[in-house]
């Protein structure tokens, strides 16, 4: 048995169908990412905490649609141009060439399902890379957590005083620890800050800013947004898009806590002046990137965050709790059309298949055009006169399962 081969409980036809589910998938991740951009741009001198929303609500639509697609309820939508149809030809053309193989009556479908089998292979290596650092990060973190001591008396009131102001329900536990450089928020439904052992001569002043920024993390849940989008990251890894959605995310929801901090009376320059001293102690140091947690700051963006700091201009007010209401609904709205939808391609790329000299490419197209009520007659016309037996029997069978679905649609029973 060939190394490449995909496994005996997966056939070659299941691998194609899998790859083609994971191409379809990143078109239509496209929508949520193209949306939230569109929003950021539009909001890009104004409040950061709107943009932050916008990503959080683009990376939840991306999951659901990956788990939408895990159920079999679909619609066709046959807009897929030529220039992106190619994938899913070939794909097709695996799938036909796999049923005539298991039944006995094709030659020539090895190459196209070990390709197939190794696209599989390398998706399936790939997610598991991402997935596998994400839970490395977090074993690391609650090592990190076990080994901490807790905060004193002065930092536990400053973060009371922060929950306080900003609204937070949530307890938020302080500890030290000698394994982080900068202060980081980890965890949810149990929100910790995790302190480095150099900010114990930091002011009250100081300390009040720092827990003011790791309570609106905990307060606006960006801790399990993080996870969300490396969960993302993880599903769509070879999409450009997505990480790039991901990074604004985390941007975005450090420019979102630092106006929060200055909406609620800080000095833009004290509260600036703050970030770079906690640049400064995390040069050089690993542990704000080897784990799943949000810093107060990291070197990468500070120029940003310092320039939106002390731009006056720039709104600092919270943002209201409708639009967060607003985006929620949005977001599950728009995920139930994206989850379900089956992308195809368009009816002039699948009559110019039927030109092709492949039999497998007449084939798949003909699967396409019997489900159109626009194009069933080419689909009847290949049953009767395609020069390729296994065309017209796969014509056949197309439009047999045309016809079921038409009568179940007249059916008088059905509404």
Not at 294 to 303: C, F, P, T, V
Not at 339 to 368: C, H, I, K, N
Request: hydrophobic share 55%; glycine share 6%.
């Amino acid at each position: 048995m060939s190394l490449l081969a995909p496994p005996a409980m997966v056939s070659p036809a299941d691998s194609a169908r899998a790859v083609a589910t994971v191409y379809t998938a990143s078109l239509i991740a496209l929508v949520p990412v193209g949306v939230a951009a569109a929003i950021a741009l539009t909001l890009r001198r104004g409040n950061a905490q709107g943009r932050a929303l916008a990503w959080r609500s683009a990376v939840v639509v991306l999951l659901l649609i990956f788990i939408g697609r895990q159920f079999p309820l679909h619609w066709m939508a046959w807009i897929v141009p030529a220039t992106l149809a190619a994938p899913l030809v070939a794909l097709g053309r695996v799938q036909v060439m796999s049923v005539n193989a298991m039944l006995g009556s094709a030659d020539s479908s090895a190459v196209g399902t070990t390709i197939a089998a190794m696209v599989l292979l390398v998706y399936a290596v790939g997610a598991s890379l991402v997935s596998g650092s994400t839970l490395v990060g977090v074993w690391r973190a609650r090592g990190i957590l076990r080994r901490a001591k807790r905060g004193d008396a002065s930092w536990r009131r400053a973060a009371d005083e922060a929950r306080t102001a900003l609204g937070v329900r949530r307890p938020i536990r302080v500890v030290i620890s000698r394994d982080v450089s900068v202060p980081i928020t980890w965890g949810y439904w149990h929100p910790v800050v995790v302190l480095p052992v150099s900010l114990a001569r930091w002011t009250a002043e100081e300390r009040r800013l720092v827990m003011l920024h790791e309570a609106e993390h905990a307060r606006t849940g960006d801790w399990l947004f993080a996870l969300a989008a490396r969960a993302a990251c993880a599903i769509y890894w070879f999409h450009p898009a997505v990480w790039w959605a991901a990074k604004r995310l985390h941007a975005d929801c450090e420019l979102a806590c630092d106006e929060r901090v200055i909406a609620t009376g800080a000095r833009r320059s004290d509260y600036a002046d703050l970030l770079v001293r906690a640049g400064d102690l995390v040069a050089g140091a690993r542990s704000a990137d080897a784990i799943p947690a949000l810093a107060l700051s990291r070197r990468d963006g500070l120029r940003t965050r310092l320039a939106a700091l002390l731009d006056a201009r720039r709104e600092a007010r919270p943002l209201a709790r409708r639009w967060a209401a607003a985006a929620a609904a949005t977001t599950l709205l728009a995920s139930v059309p994206l989850s379900a939808v089956e992308l195809a391609p368009t009816r002039d790329v699948l009559t110019t298949l039927m030109r092709d000299a492949r039999w497998e490419s007449r084939a798949y197209a003909v699967l396409g055009l019997a489900q159109r009520h626009d194009s069933i007659a080419v689909a009847r016309s290949a049953a009767a006169l395609d020069p390729s037996p296994r065309v017209r029997e796969w014509a056949r069978y197309a439009l047999g399962l045309s016809a079921v679905d038409t009568g179940r649609s007249n059916h008088p029973n059905n509404p």
